[in-house]
């Protein structure tokens, strides 16, 4: 860790349109996590100035070359994301973080899986409802306490996952006669020298984190990246 003598730090990167509270869901999860972290928040490019000082980074906003406000990622900010990805650390992607930094190829390298806007097989979302969770690996550190779920949610389907990596698939959710996976977690790619990630596709609002579910899936979530 880069801080040993103290409480890990974690930094959440927030931000983004109004229909993905983030910072709203990150304080939350800070809540949970309680007084063994200590937690920052950090708006869109701002995390970048800090990840020297970061045990874990929890890339959460939504920034996009689709708003017309976007401003691309500098060449330094780059280079500090691929050497935090390179030292080991971990991260942490949720929902629609995956389609954030759209033009820049090493951020979507990074993160592992990726939103695709456009194309022949753009990704995509059902409409916002009730879905059920069904655990699939319930033996793996991050699925422990907790079984299949129920929430109002939307689930993304064809997402595009970087070379490099094989995410382990978690739970799934039906949709359209499709299993689609809602908790992935890997190891390694994308960097030389490059840890662990998980990515959590649920979590559109609030509404979502009603879901007792999510609580514990974000607390073990922390400390399978953490150990």
Same mark, same amino acid.
């Given at each position: ?11 959440? &990167? ?5 229909? #993905? ?20 928040? #950090? &708006?869109?490019?701002?995390?970048? /100035? ?19 406000? $976007? ?12 050497? $935090? ?39 995509? &979302? ?9 655990? +699939?690996?319930?033996? #793996?550190?991050?699925? /422990?306490?907790?079984?299949? $779920? +129920?929430?109002?949610?939307?689930? $993304? ?33 994308? /960097? ?36």
């Amino acid at each position: 860790m880069s801080n040993p003598s103290s409480r890990p730090v974690i930094r959440f &990167h927030v931000g983004g349109p109004d229909f #993905h509270p983030v910072e709203a869901q990150a304080r939350e999860i800070a809540s949970w996590l309680g007084p063994d972290f200590t937690c920052f928040f #950090h &708006h869109d490019k701002e995390m970048f /100035e800090h990840l020297s000082q970061t045990d874990l980074l929890v890339v959460m906003g939504l920034f996009y070359t689709g708003d017309g406000s $976007y401003t691309p990622l500098t060449p330094a900010q780059e280079s500090a994301f691929s050497f $935090y990805i390179g030292s080991g650390r971990p991260l942490l992607l949720h929902h629609g973080a995956a389609a954030s930094y759209d033009d820049s190829d090493i951020f979507k390298r990074l993160i592992g899986i990726n939103w695709v806007w456009g194309g022949e097989r753009p990704t995509q &979302h059902s409409p916002l409802g009730d879905y059920e969770v069904k655990v +699939t690996r319930p033996e #793996h550190p991050l699925m /422990e306490q907790v079984g299949d $779920y +129920t929430l109002h949610d939307e689930l $993304y389907y064809d997402l595009v996952t970087q070379p490099g990596i094989t995410p382990e698939v978690l739970a799934e959710a039906a949709y359209k006669g499709r299993r689609l996976p809602m908790v992935q977690c890997f190891q390694g790619g994308r /960097e030389a020298g490059a840890g662990k990630g998980v990515y959590l596709a649920n979590g559109h609002d609030l509404r979502a984190f009603e879901c007792p579910a999510l609580r514990q899936l974000w607390l073990n979530s922390v400390q399978w990246l953490l150990s």
